[in-house]
């Protein structure tokens, strides 16, 4: 089975990057060990050796003597957001690198086996390691004692972080304290008020009868005013949460597209994992009572949409939490066509969507759709998966009745016997793989994130096995069984 411990969806930039480290702004030029696709696991290990034996003093000054001892690779230093003693908290080394987020097949392939060979490296010289984090933050992370090493292996590239005990210390310290943000009653309280709100023309006096109503306290800090958005926070130790109004920027062109002073407003609330399912459900009854069932589900992060003429509004499960989003219909949806009618890099939101049958006077569904990439290389097929296939797991849980199951599936055309297809439902997943000389594959999995991130792994092993050249060879189907459920986007990297 394919390692899916590494694949993440952002990479630390190559090239020119800023970092903080004590009290002034440094630019640093990092260097990738390699410019060419194959993975330098001797190189790599070198410098796992050095940063092991090096004696740390958690200084700005350990940068030179640490790029001294390491050259030609270079660092990056930086302070973490948690209060610390020391002037530096984090460097970042990066290790390997393919160029522009690479999906060609050998460039992957030689990523991904270099990452399997210097994790075994590592763990034969610090053994297995303190964790083992196979979930969106993809990392392996050993304690040693002068310093914590993290390693991380990205879509297009993998690199060390290396933290001060100090600063783990802390960092674990805020986990256990957001484990302990269990009361969602303060976003409950306040998304009504978002919903019946009249938000006009984004205005800065259309939103502040909202933010008195509100009254949580307004963060007037420097960097909040240099930006210009109003925010609004409860921040401490047994609830964290915000209101939060993001100023329209310049490159939106905000008179050709409609744009107020303001473009979104955004309700957020972290929480415990172990209450967010309790939380979201919560959070859907609320906004089905104030605003009818939702016309559109989807993914990643449960999305619940409700598309008004005027106002568009999603319930999501996000970044360890909740959030509730308002934006103008028109201008978001209008700036949205265009950067993807005439940009190259611009990626729709949704990995796939459902229409619930729910349309009502108020609320619809958008009357465009983003047509899908092809897929025509296995590693683009691989990163539609991995995506997609965790969020199924999770997301039609949170989402029913509104979303309650898709059935997908792989084939070569005709050949009957060669296929690959599966379901999610909001009870549960299932897999059956059939390849020619083998057993067939059949099984079942709680409905979780992890159990789509394994039935990817299976699914993205197995396809290369059906003795084809590309995923161009294949024919895929998808679909919802049940209902007024329509199936409207799946990205599988599939037209037609």
């Known amino acids: 089975m394919r390692d ?18 004590g009290y002034r702004w440094l630019m640093v ?45 270079e660092l990056r230093g930086s302070k973490v957001h948690s209060a610390t003693t020391t002037e530096l908290d984090v460097v970042i080394i990066d290790i390997a690198g393919i160029s522009n987020n690479s999906v060609d097949d050998a460039e992957r392939d030689a990523l991904r086996t270099g990452f399997a060979a210097l994790r075994m490296d590592l763990i034969e010289a610090w053994s297995e390691p303190d964790s083992d984090i196979y979930g969106e933050t993809g990392s392996l992370v050993w304690v040693l004692p002068q310093v914590v090493v993290e390693l991380h292996c990205l879509t297009d590239g993998a690199y060390y972080r290396l933290l001060s005990p100090e600063a783990h210390r802390s960092v674990e310290t805020w986990r256990e304290r957001d484990e302990q943000r269990t009361d969602f009653a303060p976003f409950l309280a306040v998304l009504p008020r978002i919903a019946n709100a009249h938000l006009g023309s984004w205005s800065r006096s259309d939103l502040d009868p909202l933010f008195e109503a509100v009254g949580w306290p307004i ?27 993001s100023r329209t920027e310049d490159y939106m062109d905000a008179d050709r597209w409609g744009f107020g002073e303001y473009w979104r407003l955004t309700l957020r609330q972290s929480l415990s994992w172990r209450v967010v399912p309790e939380a979201y459900a919560a959070a859907l009854r609320s906004c089905v009572e104030l605003l009818g069932p939702p016309p559109v589900v989807g993914g990643p992060n449960a999305q619940a949409i409700w598309r008004g003429a005027n106002v568009t509004y999603t319930l999501s499960n996000s970044g360890g939490g909740l959030s509730f989003t308002a934006t ?89 016997g060669i296929f690959i297809r599966g379901w999610f439902s909001d009870e549960g997943a299932g897999l059956e793989i059939h390849l020619p000389g083998a057993e067939p594959f059949e099984r079942s999995y709680p409905p979780a994130f992890q159990s789509g991130r394994r039935i990817a792994a299976e699914t993205t092993a197995a396809l290369r096995k059906f003795g084809v050249e590309s995923p161009t060879d294949l024919e895929m189907m998808a679909m919802a069984p049940r209902g007024t459920q329509k199936l409207d986007t799946i990205r599988l990297g599939f037209t037609g």
């Open 4 to 21: 899916y411990g590494c694949w993440s969806s952002n990479s630390p930039s190559a090239g020119s990057f800023y970092a903080w480290s």
């Open 29 to 73: 030029t990092s260097r990738r060990v390699s410019e060419s696709p194959v993975f330098d696991v001797a190189e790599a290990m070198r410098v796992a050796r050095g940063v092991e034996r090096f004696e740390w003093s958690w200084s700005a000054s350990d940068i030179a003597q640490l790029q001294s001892l390491l050259a030609p690779i």
């Open 219 to 245: 963060d007037i800090s420097e960097g909040r005013l240099f930006r210009e958005d109003l925010v609004a926070e409860l921040n401490g130790d047994a609830v964290r949460a915000s209101l939060h109004a």
């Open 328 to 416: 103008p219909t028109e201008s978001v949806e209008g700036l949205e066509y265009w950067e993807w009618k005439w940009g190259d890099d611009w990626n729709p939101p949704e990995s796939w969507r459902v229409t619930t049958g729910a349309d009502g006077v108020r609320f619809g569904t958008r009357d465009w759709w983003v047509p899908e990439r092809r897929a025509v290389t296995w590693s683009m097929l691989d990163d539609y998966i991995a995506e997609l296939f965790p969020s199924l797991a999770r997301d039609l849980a949170l989402l029913a009745p509104y979303a309650t199951g898709v059935l997908w599936g792989f084939r070569v055309a005709e050949e009957p």
